[in-house]
């Protein structure tokens, strides 16, 4: 029954007929009519029987496209009121909206799940020590000291303040390892050569360490300390984080991580505290999302362990409003779980 052709000569009286038996067939949800000014048929009287109509509709939404010179009519006393638009794509929109917004209503609410295993005097004793210096970015220490407060899965990690240190590091952890450069305002580390990743040995670490320290003095970087982390097993790059909006508080992120994240710029976002149900519905909402669902024959990811992840960074943001800003990028999606390979963490005074 789409769409119903109302024909020329088609009279007021016509239009309120038709959406009547239109609704009262129960085969739609929603009805949107039409009005294009033929020869004789008036746009006010065209306008007052689509208001008549309306209070006869029960349950379906009725918009109506007024395409005269003059627009839709004012609304008059008579009838309820109906939306007029004066292109059909308009109305369609907002219809849309509509059906979204109710099947939003619709949806299971979630429960609000409290993590286990949360150090929460430990992580304010962090934020607070950071506060009376000023603030502002956390070191790399302090970062994953943070996270690992609220449970969150990082990488196992060993700072090292030179080559010789970073050596032993590397012997320390065992096969190969992840080398990054920590250097001050140094945001985007692959771009300046601070990240070597399957360096394999003491020896190889050392090199890699004084090759690296080179790369960002070309940069115009200098580099202060390293971190020294085991490979990751592979898996799917994403990002988690959060930003404060003046008039929502802390939300959260998740999406395509990796060095293609910017370019990708697939991103769920949802306001704190997340449900059960908000965690989910931002990773299924993706594009990416097939890829951590067994995309083409391979392993399906850890999703629960994501989920999981997404539950903790809101309880930590919820409960520490002077985290302005945190970026985890990427945290690696597996089939053995998620893991925090790399992350950065702003504090300033809470507002």
């Not at 059909?88 to 219809?95: C, L, N, Q, S, T």
């Not at 950071?130 to 220490?141: K, T």
């Not at 850890?302 to 930590?316: C, F, Q, T």
């Amino acid at each position: 029954m789409n769409p119903v052709d109302m024909i020329a000569t088609a009279t007021a009286e016509s239009f309120s007929r038709a959406i009547r038996t239109i609704a009262g067939d129960g085969v739609c949800d929603s009805i949107i009519a039409i009005f294009v000014p033929p020869l004789v048929t008036q746009a006010e009287d065209v306008a007052r029987e689509i208001r008549a109509a309306a209070g006869d509709l029960g349950d379906v939404t009725l918009a109506a496209v007024f395409m005269n010179r003059g627009g839709a009519p004012a609304a008059g006393e008579d009838g309820a009121q109906v939306p007029f638009f004066a292109f059909p794509e308009d109305a369609a929109r907002a219809v849309a909206h509509v059906a979204g917004y109710g099947s939003w209503r619709a949806r299971p609410a979630g429960v609000v799940i409290e993590p286990d295993g949360i150090r929460g005097d430990e992580a304010a004793a962090i934020i607070a020590e950071s506060l009376q210096s000023g603030g502002g970015w956390l070191g790399p220490e302090e970062t994953f000291g943070l996270l690992e407060c609220y449970g969150l899965p990082v990488v196992q990690t060993r700072f090292a303040k030179d080559a010789d240190e970073a050596a032993a590091a590397a012997e320390e952890l065992g096969g190969p390892v992840a080398l990054k450069a920590v250097a001050d305002e140094l945001v985007h580390k692959t771009d300046a050569g601070g990240v070597r990743l399957g360096v394999d040995g003491p020896d190889e670490a050392r090199v890699a360490a004084r090759e690296m320290q080179q790369a960002l003095a070309r940069a115009g970087h200098t580099l202060e300390r390293l971190i020294v982390q085991p490979m990751a097993d592979p898996g799917v790059e994403l990002l988690i984080g959060v930003v404060h909006d003046t008039n929502f508080g802390p939300v959260i992120a998740c999406g395509a991580g990796g060095t293609s994240a910017e370019l990708l710029k697939d991103v769920a976002v949802r306001i704190t505290p997340l449900t059960d149900v908000d965690a989910r519905e931002m990773l299924t909402s993706l594009r990416t999302y097939p890829l951590l669902d067994g995309y083409r024959g391979a392993p399906v990811c850890d999703k629960a362990a994501v989920e999981d992840a997404l539950i903790r960074l809101s309880a930590l943001v919820q409960a520490h409003p002077e985290i302005a800003e945190l970026d985890a990028n990427p945290l690696l999606a597996s089939h053995s779980g998620a893991l925090i390979v790399d992350a950065r963490i702003r504090v300033a005074p809470s507002t």
